[in-house]
């Protein structure tokens, strides 16, 4: 069931893009490629036994997307990105996460509206072994992963842009996790700088 709603929810934001792909050519294109930082599930994350929630911390993002002009303010984008390896609270696992969303793009004089969806994966990985960790009173063995584990999640990508001239912008952007499941809703929230090649492929 929860599929299905994702599903629909996908194609509810992607009819309008391709209605308009239909009814009129593209008028341009533009490579860009992007350099950032992301603030992952901010405010549900326990980090420490008082309670207290994760804000945001350092998470370098690297990302490229193929903005398609269908008029002179509608564009569909594509995009591929990922976040540098990096250990967490334990600095014996890593982790990573790659995301390929589509996204659509409406374009004023400076400013770009941003809506889209798609698939954020997450690698997680460690050098194997038990590590000793402190347990309430006391100490417990937990095991590290040894084999990299993966997860998928669909999320919905929501965000803006403002254009310095043709060549940089400014981007910033949350992604919302579990859209459709209030008690599971997270967000995760971005900025990045972005240089575009313009019409190059």
């Known amino acids: 069931m929860k599929k299905i709603k994702y599903l629909t929810l996908m194609l509810f934001i992607s009819t309008p893009l391709f209605a308009a ?3 009129a050519g593209p008028t341009s294109r533009d490579l860009n490629f992007s350099l950032g930082n992301l603030c992952e599930y901010v405010g549900k994350i326990q980090t420490d036994g008082e309670g207290k929630s994760n804000t945001c911390s350092f998470l370098p993002t690297l990302a490229g ?3 398609i002009f269908l008029t002179k303010e509608l564009a569909l984008s594509p995009q591929l990105g990922a976040t540098l390896p990096k250990s967490g609270r ?3 696992i890593k ?3 790659l995301f390929a969303l589509l996204n659509g793009k409406y374009k004023t004089s400076y400013l770009t ?3 889209g969806a798609g698939l954020y994966f997450t690698r997680i990985w460690g050098p194997g072994g038990d590590e000793e960790l402190n ?3 006391s100490t417990d063995s937990f095991p590290l992963p040894k084999d990299p584990v993966y997860s998928r999640n669909f999320i919905v990508n929501l965000g ?3 254009d310095f001239n043709t060549t940089w912008s400014a981007e910033l952007y949350t992604y919302v996790f579990n859209a459709l499941e209030s008690e599971d809703r997270a967000f995760s929230v971005g900025a990045t700088l972005s240089y575009h090649f313009g019409d190059v492929l």
Request: proline share 0%; glycine share 4%; hydrophobic share 25%.
């Open 135 to 137: 347990n309430g009173n």
């Open 160 to 162: 803006a842009s403002y």
């Open 95 to 97: 982790r990573m996460t």
């Open 90 to 92: 334990d600095e014996n």
């Open 65 to 67: 997307s193929y903005d």
């Open 113 to 115: 509206f941003i809506a």
């Open 21 to 23: 792909t239909s009814s």
